[in-house]
């Protein structure tokens, strides 16, 4: 079975400044999909960044980056310039790439992100 | 567009009552999601459909549970009988062709007294 563990509960970082998420997974399966979702205060989930496995190049949306390292089963997030409104849970979740696993996402516990003015 | 729209947001009733959680996913979207969130399980799918077929709903936690997509722009949740330990936020997500969910709900808090 898949697991996926966030080893940092809280992190927290000055406006503008840079913070770096961790994400760790442990899988036998060389296809898979690995994803960051967002959840503000006001529990609404929102999907930041998705990464297929099979691509070496590492995912970028704006100020989010992945540092995605297949050998090491890393998946950090990097979140540039942090604004106030990226405080938030923030979940690492895995997929599976067989079609047979359905739509099951695999979360991580979550991390409590602070950004501090 | 309105983005995934649940209602009710927030649902307190007595353990046995019978509840019903909605969902109205984004226009276009072909794949829906129900998703459970506790402190101790973190978030769990329940039920995915596609094209209003339920495809997984093998976490589906047991019989009192059962879900519904009677068209692509209506999905229900439903619980009967109620029990405490099915207090939770219940999370409705969407996506275009996708087998992740994009987009969430803002969910529906669930207490069972």
Known sequence: ????????????????????????????????????????????????????????????????????????????????????????????????????SGSRLTFGEGTQLTVNP | DAGVIQSPRHEVTEMGQEVTLRCKPISGHNSLFWYRQTMMRGLELLIYFNNNVPIDDSGMPEDRFSAKMPNASFSTLKIQPSEPRDSAVYFCASSFRGIWPQHFGDGTRLSIL
């Open chain 1, 1 to 100: 079975a898949q697991t996926v563990t966030q080893s940092q509960p809280e992190m927290s970082v000055q406006e503008a400044e840079t913070v770096t998420l961790s994400c760790t997974y442990d899988t036998s399966e060389s296809d898979y999909y690995l994803f960051w979702y967002k959840q503000p205060p006001s529990r609404q989930m929102i999907l930041v960044i998705r990464q297929e496995a099979y691509k070496q190049q590492n995912a970028t949306e704006n100020r989010f980056s992945v540092n995605f390292q297949k050998a090491a089963k890393s998946f950090s997030l990097k979140i540039s310039d942090s604004q106030l409104g990226d405080a938030a849970m923030y979940f690492c979740a895995y997929r599976s790439g067989k079609e047979t």
